[in-house]
């Protein structure tokens, strides 16, 4: 069993900046993030495998950048230039294959989550 464990959220205004982290107690291929809003389904974010192939949902790219420290089972996800239709509960997940890694399905771990809010 794995565990994940999650940090970073907080309340930023839109065009902001937040930084989240993931830290995982065991070793996993896949790590990615989700995201869901409030009356929404779970939706994929970004995921990143253990060879640092790194796949993002069309909504984030070029504003999110995910990387992730192998030595230290670490995830993380730099938001940059935040929208107010980032707001949600972000959460972090772990697969041991990195096949359909956009489909939560995938994912085997799942942490707390972490709320993050941008303001308008």
């Known amino acids: 069993q794995v565990q994940l464990v999650e940090s970073g959220g907080g309340l930023v205004q839109a065009g902001g900046s937040l930084r989240l982290s993931c830290t995982a107690s065991?070793?996993?291929?896949?790590m990615g993030w989700f995201r869901q809003a409030p009356g929404k389904e779970r939706g994929f974010v970004v995921g990143?495998?253990?060879?640092?192939?790194?796949y993002y949902a069309d909504s984030v790219k070029g504003r999110f950048t995910a990387s992730r420290d192998n030595a230290k089972d670490t995830l993380f996800l730099q938001m940059n230039s935040l929208k107010p239709e980032d707001t949600a509960v972000y959460y972090c997940?772990?697969?041991?294959?990195?096949?359909?890694?956009?489909?939560?399905?995938?994912?085997?771990?799942w942490g707390q989550g972490t709320q993050v809010t941008v303001s308008s």
């Open positions: 997940a772990a697969a041991y294959t990195t096949l359909d890694l956009r489909s939560a399905k995938t994912y085997v771990f």
């Open positions: 990143i495998t253990w060879s640092g192939g790194t």
């Open positions: 065991g070793r996993t291929v896949t």
